[in-house]
């Protein structure tokens, strides 16, 4: 009996849905925080909800977030039915964040393509690296990306329409976007719509008539926002919204943020795309090529009716990348995470790639696929001899920290890690014995497809848990918490800008700055190195004691943290002394 295709736009889109969810959200608080960043978001929707500040809440003690809220918002809300701000509710706007993209961009190309192309882009896109991780982060970026191709997709709509009224949902995302990470949410697609709407020989003027508009009523959400915050934070909050965004780009930020060559893009998208991007590279062995013949004139020529011949979507999506990556390669601040809105659009390109691949280079698809089961089978080898305890006879020749890590990987299996592993075996049989029938059907695809996503189930709920929560400080932070129950808990870190972040999330926001409040007696957080400033300028006028030590260094301060006692010294009775 054969099994019935599923085609149809509604199943397919079901079916995605069903994907996106069981492969993102379930996972979402297995892993303690162990970055700085994560926490730095999350405390401050912990101070919204404890001082019922939704404007411009104050956290680690002094300082202002340094993006505008609507991500905290959305922490927040999702946090109120328990509570609590956990790294689950911190976790979950990036997730629907991602699968709402995800969903959205799959009936914008179904409707204007072929349905088995979105449904793979879609996969491509849940899957890839970059998206995979930013969807599993408590950071504001994939809750921006999400809203700059939401409004990407609703432009090109409003041009399909042929520009007239108003585009309500494209204002509306860019708004959004403007209140998650600021007007970066309205120049992108505003400036991606008015190249496509050049290269559609539509006048310059025309082009600024439509898009001024918009622009400037994108602007008007967030100008309520900006003007309320200006009304608590005053010129200090001015200062931080013209680093954090001007400055930013024009590369005269205070301190270095990021700094990279304009070839960083060129690598990171390819480290973003693991493990497609290394099908599109070892393609490349196997192409024809031809030898160039013409002029540049000629080439440039041939260029240019290529481009205006071109499907309009696909030039919609193609100039999504082009502009956004040029965007990004202006300022020398530059992170993986910035470029996330050109992923959708390659995810496009990438698919039907991969069809030719199929359809005309099968035998690297079978390469392709060979190498993502040994990555399996090794993944599955490596967790059966670390959980069974064989490597345990061999600890005595690993280096202390390979040992942490093994010990925290020792634990039996869970119910998913073994439908997963179970998954990835026959995922891997499946694929040997499809081989025969590799350029038929797209089945082939689907299969590969499956079992990375079986790697990356087992590695989201076995392996990377495991070993994070190994590297993170929350058991130290839950022994501050216990040694201090209740109270502030000082803290000094010489590195400007930085605070003891994990700490004061599971501390809910208890952590303050040592040098501002200057107590008579409390216990203070300080990194070893930093220990020593310490006692040289305060040592005459506090007598500090060592209370706890960590056992790994901080994930923010990158040193060994100590807690200690202390207490301000009587002069004048060491002086009758």
């Not at 697609?189 to 709407?197: D, E, I, Q, R, Y």
């Not at 399996?376 to 690993?398: D, M, R, T, W």
């Amino acid at each position: 009996m054969k099994i019935p295709k599923i085609s149809s736009r509604a199943s397919l889109f079901l079916l995605l849905l069903i994907i996106s969810v069981l492969t993102i959200v379930p996972y979402l608080g297995l892993t303690n925080f162990h970055t700085k960043g994560e926490p730095r978001e999350a405390i401050v929707a912990v101070s919204m909800l404890q001082n019922n500040n939704w404007i411009l809440p104050i956290n680690n003690g002094s300082d202002i977030a340094y993006k505008p809220p609507f991500f905290h918002w959305c922490i927040a809300a999702l946090s109120l039915p328990t509570g609590e701000v956990t790294e689950f509710t911190s976790r979950l706007p990036s997730a629907l964040a991602a699968i709402v993209m995800t969903l959205a961009c799959f009936l914008f190309f179904a409707k204007r393509s072929r349905n088995d192309l979105a449904f793979l882009a879609s996969l491509l896109l849940l899957s890839g690296f970059e998206v995979h991780r930013a969807a599993m982060a408590s950071r504001v970026d994939m809750v921006l990306t999400c809203f700059i191709v939401l409004a990407l997709l609703q432009l090109y709509r409003w041009w399909e329409h042929r520009l007239k009224g108003i585009p309500i949902w494209a204002i509306l995302f860019m708004s959004i976007a403007t209140l998650t990470k600021g007007p970066v949410g309205i120049i992108l697609p505003c400036a991606v719509l008015g190249v496509f709407l050049l290269l559609q020989k539509i006048s310059l003027w025309k082009t600024i008539y439509k898009i001024v508009p918009i622009a400037l009523l994108s602007c008007l959400l967030p100008f309520g926002w900006y003007y309320a915050a200006y009304q608590q934070g005053g010129d200090t909050f001015l200062q931080l919204v013209m680093e954090e965004n001007f400055a930013r780009f024009m590369g005269k930020m205070s301190y270095d943020s990021h700094e990279q060559p304009i070839v960083y893009y060129l690598y990171i998208t390819l480290a973003g795309w693991l493990p497609w991007s290394l099908l599109a590279i070892m393609s490349l062995f196997v192409l024809k090529y031809k030898k160039p013949q013409g002029t540049v004139k000629q080439y440039w020529a041939k260029f240019k009716a290529y481009i205006t011949h071109m499907d309009k979507m696909r030039l919609f999506s193609l100039l999504s990348i082009v502009v956004i990556f040029v965007f990004y390669c202006i300022p020398k601040s530059k992170r993986s995470v910035y470029i996330l809105p050109i992923y959708p659009f390659i995810a496009y390109f990438l698919a039907e790639y991969m069809f030719f691949l199929l359809k005309q280079r099968h035998r690297i698809w079978r390469i392709f696929s060979i190498f993502i089961a040994i990555v399996g089978a090794l993944l599955l080898a490596v967790l059966v001899l670390i959980k069974s305890g064989i490597v345990n006879n061999f600890q005595n020749a690993l280096p202390d920290d390979i040992n942490h890590y093994i010990v925290a990987l020792s634990e039996s299996w869970n119910i998913v890690s073994i439908v997963a592993a179970i998954a990835i075996v026959f995922l891997i049989y499946d694929i040997y014995k499809s081989k025969r029938y590799l350029t038929y059907n797209n089945r082939y695809i689907y299969s590969v497809i499956a079992l990375f996503f079986g790697i990356q189930l087992m590695l989201d709920v076995s392996t990377l848990p495991a070993i994070l929560n190994a590297k993170s400080m929350k058991p130290f932070a839950d022994k501050v918490i216990a040694t201090v129950p209740e109270g502030k808990i000082y803290s000094y870190v010489s590195t400007p800008m930085m605070h003891f972040f994990i700490i004061n999330f599971y501390a809910q926001d208890r952590v303050v700055e040592f040098e501002k409040e200057m107590p008579d007696h409390g216990q203070l957080l300080v990194g070893e190195k930093d220990y020593v400033y310490i006692q040289e300028k305060y040592g005459e006028h506090y007598a500090f004691t060592p209370v706890l030590k960590s056992e790994r260094k901080g994930n923010d301060v990158k040193d060994f943290v100590l807690l200690l006692d202390f207490q301000k010294q009587n002069p004048e009775k060491e002086g009758e002394k």
